[in-house]
């Protein structure tokens, strides 16, 4: 793996990155402006890349505002869609974790980085296998966990709180736990076979039933929380924390097709349908 460009210092002067303001425990500037600065391109290496543009339509809408569906719309959706507490991160009459009296903001996404094919070829069937979507091989280092198939569990409440990247447990994140929300992705990896040991993930990245799942569980998460989550990435944290390598991922991830899935799903709770 990789060895992570370390960032000296988290600084508003520097191009890409976000002040972490350990008062209100949030990165400087606007809710999108943080989702941007937060969710940069990471390769399949787990290098991250430079700042997008913008956010894709639907999360530049909805990231930071107050939600706008009822407890009864969002129930209805989950009953309808047989989805229930253990899939979308704990009971919904709970409120998310919080840190120094603070409700979590951060909405974080991370690859499983495995399981591993060593130097073998991607199985034709990782989307629907049993063995590769076995949610239990992971054990618990996220609130849920969400599988090619589109099944998710969820491993710890979002009521509480949970580090899992290097920001949270050093320096300026240290006392930040309960700030942020943590979703794996479960995806497998394999060493290039040509014997030059680079890692190699699927493509797509992530099956379209992931998405949909991850944005389900957005929307629990963000209804808990009583606002849009800001989506960021956990080797962009890993980054900040000064990780000694690119880890967390989410590898590959495509911010608009999550936002395309999250606009689907958006549209369900609205039209009741």
Known sequence: MSVCIVLVQISAASAGTCYWNNGTMLFTGDAVQQALCLTPPVRT?????????GLPSTLDELVGREFDFSREAVEEYFTEQGLFEDELGGMLSLRVSRARGKPAAYFVLHDSNGPSFGTKTFSPDINVSERINDLKQFGRRWHVLIGRNGNSQTLIDFFKPLRSTYFETRDAGARSKGRFLHVGLVQPIRKDS????????????????????????????????????????????NKYGKAPVCQGGPKGFDLAEWAGALRTVYREIYTGN
């Open 45 to 53: 290496n787990g290098v991250v890349g430079g700042k997008d543009d």
């Open 194 to 237: 040509a014997g030059t040991g680079k890692p190699c993930i699927p493509l797509p990245a992530y099956s379209a039933e992931q998405y949909r799942r991850l944005a389900q569980v957005y929307v629990a998460a963000s209804y808990r929380a009583e606002r849009w989550l800001i989506p960021a990435y956990a080797a962009q944290l």
